[in-house]
């Protein structure tokens, strides 16, 4: 695979690979592990051969999809910062990790068979969300619009919790209510 060489994928390959992604996300959260990876390639809109030439098997595409969802989840907070004030950022940040944990909770039969045959797909995952959940909050803090004495492993366990009380799709406003509730918990203009 290329992207094992180091060589970087060429354009329309980085495209079918986000695609075919993308797709396997939906199909898992759909389907849990009846998916079928034909189906997950229809939807991509590319050829069952060019699954498989990314993704060998159905654990390694699990697996992928996920960490793809966690990079996005985690590369957004320096763009959020680059385009927003940082408690917009911080808020548009809380939304993406509500969108993040809803296709976890809809993967958990897959990555529990992948966790089954020895892979641990969350290696790194708590350290990714930490480091940018402490970027949105310093920029916050240096802002003046966020607590000092809030911590990215506190806000984590916030936005844990509200993704487990109200982390299914049928749950989204109940979540974004608790999401509001949380960010007027940081601010400091009541403290």
Known sequence: MARETGRPLR??????????????VRVFTEQGLD???ER??????????????????REILIEAAYRNELAKLCDAAPDLLDTMPPREAMRAWMGRFIDYATAKLGMAEALRALVDTGVN???????MMLAALAA???????????????????MFAALTG??????????REQ??????????????ARH
Do not use: M
């Open 40 to 57: 997950i390639a229809k939807e991509a809109g590319v050829g069952s051969g060019t699954l498989y030439r990314n993704f060998p098997t």
């Open 11 to 24: 354009a329309d390959a980085q495209r079918n690979r986000d695609k075919i992604l993308s797709a396997a």
């Open 136 to 154: 949105l909050l310093d920029a916050g803090v240096k802002a003046g619009t966020i607590r000092s004495d809030v911590s990215a492993t506190d």
């Open 121 to 127: 797909p969350y290696a790194q995952s708590h350290e």
């Open 162 to 171: 509200i993704a487990l009380a109200s982390g299914k799709p049928e749950q």
């Open 175 to 188: 979540a974004e209510r608790l999401l509001d509730l949380t960010l007027d918990g940081l601010s400091t």
């Open 35 to 37: 998916a079928h990876l």
